[in-house]
């Protein structure tokens, strides 16, 4: 083997994505979604391939040219039903598993949801977005390139009347307008217009067949303040053909997900009623079960206190898989992930409530999984620190697991990869937490280095054993690389979830501030002079007020940041529901707590050279709020320098455009290294 050497921001492009392993009926093969950067176009490329579970060599199954994603097995295990583009729009395909070519299922104007089969495999059933200002006869006509051009000069030039409270979407990019989410049914042959079951000015999302195939069950807020609850949604049942809709829960918090017992007389979802009053808005999700015929839900993960789903943060994730939850053939088990202090683990717990146990857990990220229909073989996909994401299969009866893909071996035996150690320590309060350290590449004994504290966005997110490769990028170019998760963070418990909620920039900050003492203390290699400090969202949010709150660092990146609560509630898609709920301050009676806990507040006590990455199109955490801390900045003649990617969204580090994202990384590197000072002979191999 060649001799390894350090990783570049422009390794992103050889990185390889894998996802959404779907595993068939009898547990044999798993069908999977693996993504990559095309060399010439630097654009996504991704296709469907096929593994067996019992291990073997994967092969490729679908060549769409551009994105093929989304598969689901028929319930017989004949065919697969994905989404592709290879049309016009993402459309749903269908392909029989003995190979030959794809049928085309439906013409969507705005394209179609992710496929779900009927029990016999007859139909298929699917989301699209409808707007009610196009003509029914017109949904199912997609638009060529001069009805797409002539969409687009109405655009630019006809002003956007505009009646909602939510006008906007971050990965719309743009103005929503009053499109909605709508569930079809169609035929999986696609021989006759797919049928529109679901009506109103509403969204519906989750569509779930009762096991008999009459019935559908789904997720919508229906009431009439569904503008101003956008966070509440509600399960409903009704007939696959289309009819009345009846609500089964109370309009009392978040409900989806929906999954039918095998018996048909029961529904298992996700969601919460808001339980936590300090905090509602960071109550834990959890799983209810609830009679078809209505009723009291009953909560079967009351005694668990953690979060039901995958809650670690990551860069390497092109598209996940599912959460869960599954429910066994005998309906008496429930399958599920969750998050716990860095890790997602695959749970189990009884369908009628009990105690959670635990059923593959490791030091790593599970970010989805499926199982066949005697529940006894598992796919997933995994990551681990020093491993992006691969796809792999588990035996619950022989408790064996084997790894069936290497989608990143080429690049990891070629470049340095680092192995982070975890350090327990108690954060303010006495309260236990967890902090990540990684040693930059070359490092040696006796040597001080320099080190970036990463910060994760959320602020209910999780850093833990997953891959990043922005870390493994700083710690190739000479820095360690430390992060924990301060309160507010996932996996952690209730009361550490909500402890955020009313106190930004508060304890929060001080459990930054004590580990990073932690971390100098604990590695003697750190070097106090030489720290950097970074993070998006959230992160962003506390780069902005630890640089306004202490000099102690050398250099800073603030990413996707927000920077004023005050003009964040109207600007942002949902600031005027995160402004309510997280800061707790209420915009029309109580501007002064807002104001108090924006990082502008205290911008002139601002030191450290700051730099601030932010996209143009991002609507979760708008440009003006870079815009306003980097002017205040300049005015103060502070040394500041602001980086704008154009045609970018919120999600720009994690999915956004190739070469933007390596000229994001290379950014970071470059304003750090202006500012820190490294001696190249420190390291071996030398920097």
Same mark, same amino acid.
């Given at each position: ?6 990783l ?47 291990? $073997?060599?994967?092969?490729?199954y ?25 049309? =016009? ?105 797919? #049928? ?17 195939? #009459? ?10 303040? !569904? ?15 289309? $009819?009345?809709?009846? #609500?089964?829960?109370?309009?009392n $918090? ?25 905090a ?21 993960t ?5 979060g039901?789903g ?44 009990g ?9 790593? /990220? ?17 990551? /681990? ?29 070629? =470049? ?10 108690k954060?303010?309060e006495?309260?236990?937490e967890?902090?990540w350290?990684?040693?930059?590449? $070359?490092?040696? /004994? ?17 850093f833990?054993?997953s ?97 004023n609560?005050?003009?964040? !509630? ?20 109580d ?30 955490c ?16 502070? /040394?500041?320098?602001?980086?704008r ?43």
């Amino acid at each position: 083997m060649a001799e390894k050497r350090r990783l570049v921001a422009e390794d992103l492009y050889k990185l390889v994505f894998v996802s959404d392993p779907q595993i068939s009926p009898d547990g044999k093969n798993v069908a999977f979604v693996k993504s990559h950067i095309d060399e010439e176009t630097k654009e996504y490329r991704s296709s469907i391939w096929m593994a067996p579970t019992a291990g $073997g060599e994967p092969r490729q199954y679908t060549s769409g040219p551009t994105t093929d994603n989304s598969p689901r097995w028929s319930p017989d295990g004949s065919k697969i039903a994905f989404l592709s583009d290879r049309g =016009v729009g993402k459309q749903v395909y269908v392909v029989s598993t003995k190979g030959g070519e794809a049928s085309q299922v439906t013409k969507f104007r705005w394209g179609a949801g992710t496929p779900v089969w009927s029990p016999d495999g007859s139909k298929i059933a699917f989301n699209a977005s409808i707007d009610p200002e196009v003509k029914p006869e017109d949904w199912e006509k997609p638009l060529d390139a001069k009805a797409k051009e002539a969409e687009e000069k109405k655009r630019r030039e006809e002003p956007k009347v505009l009646k909602n409270l939510r006008v906007k979407a971050d990965m719309a990019m743009g103005l929503v307008g009053n499109r909605q989410m709508h569930i079809f049914v169609t035929d999986a042959e696609g021989k006759d217009s797919a #049928k529109m079951v679901t009506t109103g000015e509403f969204s519906h999302m989750g569509a779930a067949w009762s096991p008999d195939g #009459k019935y559908l069950a789904f997720a919508s807020n229906r009431s009439p303040d !569904h503008e101003y609850q956008g966070w509440f949604s509600d399960i409903y049942v009704m007939p696959a053909e289309g $009819g009345e809709m009846r #609500k089964l829960t109370a309009s009392n $918090g978040p409900a989806h997900g929906p999954v039918w017992t095998p018996d048909g007389k029961s529904i298992i979802f996700a969601g919460h009623h808001e339980e936590w009053e300090a905090a509602p808005s960071a109550t834990l999700r959890r799983l209810w079960k609830i009679s078809v015929e209505g009723g009291e839900p009953v909560c079967l993960t009351a005694g668990f206190d953690r979060g039901i789903g995958d809650h670690c943060a990551g860069d390497s994730k092109l598209g996940a898989g599912e959460n869960g939850p599954r429910v066994t053939p005998d309906g008496k088990t429930l399958y599920f992930l969750a998050s716990d202090m860095g890790k997602t683990s695959l749970y189990t717990v009884p369908a009628d409530g009990g105690e959670v146990t635990v059923v593959m857990d490791g030091d790593r /990220e599970i970010y989805g999984f499926t199982m066949d229909d005697s529940c006894q073989k598992v796919a997933f996909v995994v990551t /681990e620190p020093t491993l992006p994401g691969e796809i792999g299969s588990y035996d619950l009866s022989t408790k064996t697991e084997k790894v069936l893909t290497q989608a990143n071996k080429a690049l990891l035996d070629e =470049v340095y990869i680092i192995a982070p150690e975890t350090v327990p320590f108690k954060a303010l309060e006495g309260w236990q937490e967890y902090g990540w350290i990684m040693k930059p590449v $070359g490092w040696k /004994e006796g040597v001080k280095y320099p080190a970036f504290l990463e910060i994760h966005g959320g602020p209910h997110s999780m850093f833990g054993y997953s891959f990043f490769f922005e870390f493994q990028l700083l710690a190739n170019k000479g820095y360690g690389v430390v992060y924990t998760n301060p309160r507010g963070g996932s996996g952690f418990g209730q009361q550490f979830e909500a402890a955020v909620n009313g106190d930004y920039g508060g304890k929060d900050y001080k459990d930054l501030m004590i580990w990073t003492d932690v971390a100098v203390k604990h590695t003697g290699w750190i070097d106090e002079t030489k720290l950097a400090v970074g993070g998006g969202s959230y992160g962003g949010f506390m780069t902005n007020w630890i640089v306004g709150h202490t000099g102690r660092f050398a250099a800073a990146v603030t990413m996707r940041s927000i920077s004023n609560f005050v003009s964040f !509630h109207g600007v942002s898609d949902i600031g005027y529901t995160f402004v309510d709920r997280e800061v707790q301050g209420d915009f029309f009676n109580d501007l002064d707590k807002l104001w108090f806990h924006s990082p502008l507040k205290y911008v002139r006590n601002v030191t450290t050279p700051l730099m601030l990455i932010h996209s143009e199109n991002d609507m979760r955490c708008p440009i003006e709020q870079g815009e306003q801390f980097y002017i205040a900045l300049k005015k103060l003649k502070k /040394e500041v320098e602001m980086v704008r990617f154009p045609g970018s969204s919120h999600e720009l580090s994690r999915s956004g455009k190739p070469v933007l994202r390596v000229s994001r990384l290379n950014h970071i590197i470059r304003w750090c290294d202006e500012h820190i000072k490294k001696n190249a002979a420190d390291y071996e191999p030398a920097l």
